[in-house]
């Protein structure tokens, strides 16, 4: 069996129920629904999943038991003597993790010129980044913009973001998003063929373009 077998039928399943989950109205929970859901199912609202971290330098935090765990536990390398001295692999950037910062880094840095080495704990592309749904955080429409996208992240942020970083966010998110295009990255497509619109911050109506 291949990487994607059996995915074409649960895409099926998809578009076989689409028409019925567009008319479906699920109504919506309160606060207290929320919280009980929450408390009962998802594993960083257990209590008893966590425990206190015993040494390093989150020494006195609460953190997952597997977590914590792996935080204190011995290192791979004890025992095994390590001839520094006559290195495996000399670089210019040795890049930790093959996520999307990974991967971007280590493209920048070989584009630059530099002999990179990309280190991953997985199969390269195996991460968070592949996970992300719902749009891209980037203004790439015609009723957005980097401004747009600035004051929304402000306020989703509760005030308390550093300005600075949100600005070097929005204003670099919709040249990323063209080098991706260029590399060849498929993204989710709307109706007038641009990717598919950064998502509306979760309890605040979308800033009205022009403001």
Same mark, same amino acid.
């Given at each position: ?10 895409? $099926? ?18 606060? /207290? ?18 425990? $206190? #971290? ?25 025992? !095994? ?9 000399? =670089?210019?950037?040795? #890049? ?16 630059? &010129?530099?002999?990179?080495?990309? *280190? ?17 955080? *980037? ?17 989703? /942020?509760?005030? =308390?973001?550093?300005?600075?970083? =949100? ?10 998003? $063209?080098?991706?295009?260029?590399? &060849?990255?498929?993204?989710?497509? =709307? $109706? ?8 509306? !911050? ?10």
């Amino acid at each position: 069996m291949d990487y994607y077998s059996g995915l074409y039928d649960s895409l $099926e399943k998809v578009k076989a129920s689409r028409t019925r989950r567009k008319a479906q109205q699920i109504p919506k929970l309160t606060p /207290g629904e929320k919280q009980s859901l929450l408390e009962e199912y998802h594993p960083d609202y257990r209590v008893s999943g966590f425990r $206190e #971290v015993r040494l390093g330098q989150n020494k006195g935090e609460m953190a997952p038991r597997e977590l914590a765990e792996l935080l204190e536990a011995p290192s791979r390398l004890k025992g !095994i003597p390590l001839d520094l001295a006559h290195p495996h692999h000399r =670089v210019d950037v040795l #890049v930790i993790g093959g996520g999307g910062g990974g991967s971007a880094a280590a493209l920048t840095a070989r584009e630059a &010129g530099a002999n990179v080495l990309l *280190a991953t704990k997985l199969r390269h592309g195996d991460s968070n980044t592949i996970m992300a749904e719902g749009g891209i955080g *980037a203004a790439t429409r015609p009723d957005d913009s980097p401004a747009i996208h600035y004051v929304d992240t402000i306020r989703g /942020g509760r005030f =308390v973001n550093v300005p600075d970083l =949100v600005r070097a966010l929005v204003t670099d998110a919709p040249r990323v998003v $063209e080098w991706l295009e260029r590399l &060849g990255v498929l993204f989710d497509r =709307v $109706e007038d063929a641009s990717p598919t619109p950064r998502p509306a !911050i979760p309890g605040l109506a979308p800033t009205p373009a022009g403001t």
